[in-house]
């Protein structure tokens, strides 16, 4: 399919890793550049080496304020068609054993720093009237996931505050959508098994093998399909698409809506 972003830039976060390397295959499969954001240096350069011209690096913990300020000057200066808002979670728990310092901890690493982001790049959107912003979360704003309370109730906030905006920039060309996926081979699924282990004091193969066997489909998605939705809602193809969840869960999610 062409998604008629030749020659178009985008920004995506977490870009070395899982949803994020994903979404920037496909996008510079499709004849576009990436400004790609990840923390460790070394990956960043495997993925620029392979990319090269295609690829503008930047090293850094995007959950920081000052990495904010910097990546959305280098992206407005690029003129960004769009960007993928993705990072990690923060730590499997149940509620109990939070400290408030924990929930401290999973604002400034699951909303805080999406809404900065967001502020910082919406002149340059308003100015272009054109802008594309797709947030990574996760299923468990559809149906809380067991051991998640941090990633599920920050995850809501960022819910509410993209609903949000996308009504109140209706119009302006921007649009605002989420994917939510489920249970998908990547490096944040192994910590949630490894949690279930620990609670039930079984191996880590155990613990997978329960936790696959409680999915529908009995396997798990791959970060490629999710990409590939991630890259078609940052295209102009997606134009009357605005404010919508895109829950990709493998039949888990038992709700109607």
Known sequence: MNLNIRNCTFLVTGV?????????????????????VARTQ??????????????????????????VV???KIAMESDISGAFINAGG????????????DWDNAYHQLLRWKVALTRALLPHFKTKQYGRIVYLES?????????????TALRLSVVGMMKTVSQELSGQG????????????????DRLIQKQADLQKISFQESKAIF????????????E?????????????????????????GGTIKGTL
């Open 16 to 36: 070395t890793s899982g949803f994020g390397k994903a979404t920037a295959e496909h996008l510079m499969a499709g004849g576009a550049k990436i400004i790609g």
């Open 42 to 67: 070394s990956n960043l350069n495997r993925m620029t080496k392979l990319h090269k011209e295609k690829m503008i690096p930047f090293c850094g913990d995007i959950t920081e304020i000052d990495n």
């Open 70 to 72: 910097k990546v959305a």
């Open 90 to 101: 923060p730590p499997a728990m149940q509620f109990e054993e939070t400290e408030l310092d």
């Open 139 to 151: 299923a468990s704003i559809k149906q809380p996931i067991d051991n998640l309370v941090l990633s």
């Open 174 to 189: 921007i649009t605002f959508n989420m994917i939510a996926p489920g249970s998908h081979d990547t490096p944040a699924i």
């Open 212 to 223: 696959l066997d409680k999915q529908p489909s009995k396997n798990m998605g791959k970060p």
């Open 225 to 249: 399909g999710a990409g590939s939705l991630a890259a078609w809602l940052l295209s102009p193809l997606s134009e009357f698409v605005n404010g919508q969840v895109y829950a990709i869960e």
